[in-house]
């Protein structure tokens, strides 16, 4: 079965081609960040037209990488939330009318869900029962993953997401947009602990966290003074030690509390190679073994969207039909 991917839900466009038998065929993605870069940050009707433009010769790149016609599509999936409104309804649109043009299935995805999953596209998957820690610009969750559709929420922010935090506190620091990877880059010249800043949650006993009170920390940080460069690396350095460091006490504390021994990391945050470093320590003493997405699937991009669709299209779930669809924002 060949499943189409597509990804719409904020400013990447993603289209992917998934088989069944022989795994990922093609994926394509178009960033927005050069277009949304002057602005700070997304602009949505931006989004939602520039989706517009990319999505039909992305379908083409993909399917000529594939090897495959339109003809040769089985199935269609596609994000239908959280995400953009109006960017969601570019994919959702797109994706229901290609399907009834072809008369094949299309499924809506949890976005969310596409991230969690992606680690099983690596050469070297992970198995049934992990604990997954979903980082991403919108969310930061723990869930224990018995399987496909099997999810349980163990823990979440209960205010900003890890990478709203990274994007806000990149943003007091006078860095560009998309924050977290310049913020990120930032730190690497910065020494963490020369000022000093809270772990939000650390000992809360739960699996909670809480992010918006370290931006606030460095919100006053900043506007104490005028900070040098290397002060405002420091800054930036501890930031990142901060939410890191709360991120893997936490995950790994979830993985030994369900008496489990497999950890999934997804999401873009996952990209930061600080958090990464410190998962890996922390793991290999704990006798946690870490697995990661590709590092090109673990920011947004249509083949999470495919391979999840395949999965539940496998496991017999079938779309309600109709050619009717809704987007849902706040899934
Ligand atoms: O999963 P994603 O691509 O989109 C959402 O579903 O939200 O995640 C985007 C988030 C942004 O907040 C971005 O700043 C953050 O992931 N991010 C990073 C890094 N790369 C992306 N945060 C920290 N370090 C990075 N290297
Ligand atoms: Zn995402």
New binding site residues.
């Given amino acids: 079965m060949l499943v189409l991917g597509i990804e719409s ?2 400013d ?1 466009t993603g289209l992917a081609l998934y088989d069944t038998s022989r795994g990922l065929l093609a994926h394509a993605v178009h960033s927005q960040i050069a277009m949304h870069e002057e602005y700070g940050g997304v602009v949505p009707e931006l989004a939602s037209r520039d989706h517009i433009r990319r999505l039909i010769p992305l379908l083409e790149r993909v399917l000529a990488e594939a090897g495959a016609g339109r003809s040769d599509i089985d199935a269609i999936a596609y994000t239908a939330g959280p ?1 953009l409104a109006g960017a969601l309804l570019v994919g959702s649109g797109f994706a229901e009318a290609l399907a009834f043009a072809l008369t094949v299935p299309a499924l809506p995805v949890h ?2 869900e596409g ?1 969690m999953l992606s680690p099983l596209l690596s050469a070297d998957p992970p198995r049934f029962p992990f604990i997954a820690l979903l ?5 930061t969750q723990l869930m224990r993953v018995a399987g496909v559709g099997a999810y349980e929420l163990l823990g979440e922010s209960l205010d900003d ?4 935090a ?2 806000k506190t ?1 943003k007091l620091l006078g860095l560009g947009y ?7 880059v930032l730190a690497r010249e910065g020494t963490p602990g020369r000022c000093k800043l809270p772990r939000p949650m650390l000992h809360s006993g739960d699996l909670d966290f809480s992010f918006s009170g370290l931006k606030t920390a460095v919100l006053t940080a900043v506007r104490a003074r005028e900070l040098s460069p290397s002060e405002r690396a420091d800054l930036a350095a501890e930031f ?1 030690e901060a ?1 890191t460091e709360v991120l893997v006490t936490k995950a790994l504390a979830a993985v030994r509390q369900q008496g489990l021994d497999t950890l999934v990391v ?10 990464r470093q410190r998962l890996d320590a922390g793991a290999q003493k704990a006798r946690i073994r870490v697995h990661y997405p590709e590092l090109e699937l ?3 991009n249509g083949a999470m969207i495919a391979f999840c669709g395949a999965r539940r299209l496998q496991l017999g779930q079938r779309p309600e039909g109709g050619g009717a669809f809704a987007v849902r924002p706040r899934w």
């Fill in positions: 839900s904020c990447e995400g976005h969310l991230h980082v991403s610009g919108g969310h997401a890890a990478g709203e990274f994007d990149a998309p924050g977290g990877p310049a913020l990120s990142q939410v997804a999401g873009g945050v996952g990209a930061n190679q600080r958090l673990c920011t947004d």
